[in-house]
């Protein structure tokens, strides 16, 4: 079983707010993906890591960052939320093709 | 034209019968597929993966693969309720890209005690 963490698993924050959402895997996957989900709807890959230091945007344009100091750890910031950034986000992780996703947070903007 | 294409569903099927689930691709350079199950409100999770042409069969799974025709196929037998999800298909990029995989917008199932 993988072991790909996410953390906060709910979080309702109000308009303006800074956020990072924090994904952690243990089974020393080079490759980390951020895909964004809403309810019924399909996945959008927002955010991938190769490796350490190595950080590319995804298909779906996405206001949020990111960041890969270390290999365990792929953390998504948003500086500035807003009602449109409602949504589910999954962590992800892989060492050739094969992805397991994490738990996923669910983010509601107020 | 989507990479990866699926019919939405929701494809209903009775408890015990086979259910038959379908995927085309666009890039005859892929040369690695996946099936995931998708609970409601739950994340993906890998239960099929298949690179060569033909069937792999996992339990009551069997993933199928004609690269000829672009289509990779997930058949279900004994349908089970708790089956019912959504099915994702997924295609690995092109070699010479980043190593991604593109998903598939999915296929509801709905299995019918």
């Known amino acids: 079983e993988a072991d790909i963490y996410q953390t906060p698993r709910y979080l309702v924050i109000g308009t303006g707010k800074k956020i990072t959402l924090e994904c952690s895997q243990t089974m020393g996957h080079d490759k980390m993906y951020w895909y964004q989900q809403d309810p019924g709807m399909e996945l959008h890959l927002i955010h991938y890591s190769y490796g350490v230091n190595s950080t590319e945007k995804g298909d779906l344009s996405s206001e949020s960052t990111v960041s890969r100091i270390r290999t365990e750890h792929f953390p998504l910031t948003l500086e500035s939320a807003r009602p449109s950034h409602t949504s589910q986000y999954l962590c992800a992780s892989s060492i050739l093709y094969e992805q397991y996703f994490g738990p996923g947070t669910r983010l509601t903007v107020t | 034209q989507k990479e990866v294409e699926q019919n939405s569903g929701p494809l209903s099927v009775p408890e015990g019968a086979i259910a038959s689930l379908n995927c085309t691709y666009s890039d005859r350079g892929s040369q690695s597929f996946f099936w995931y199950r998708q609970y409601s409100g739950k994340s993906p999770e890998l239960i099929m993966s298949?690179?060569?042409?033909g069937d792999k069969e996992d339990g009551r799974f069997t993933a199928q693969l004609n690269k000829a025709s672009q289509y990779v196929s997930l058949l279900i037998r004994d349908s089970q309720p708790s089956d019912s999800a959504t099915y994702l298909c997924a295609v690995n990029d092109p070699p010479g890209g980043y190593q991604k995989v593109t998903f598939g917008t999915g296929t509801k199932l709905q299995v019918i005690p």
């Open positions: 298949i690179y060569s042409n």
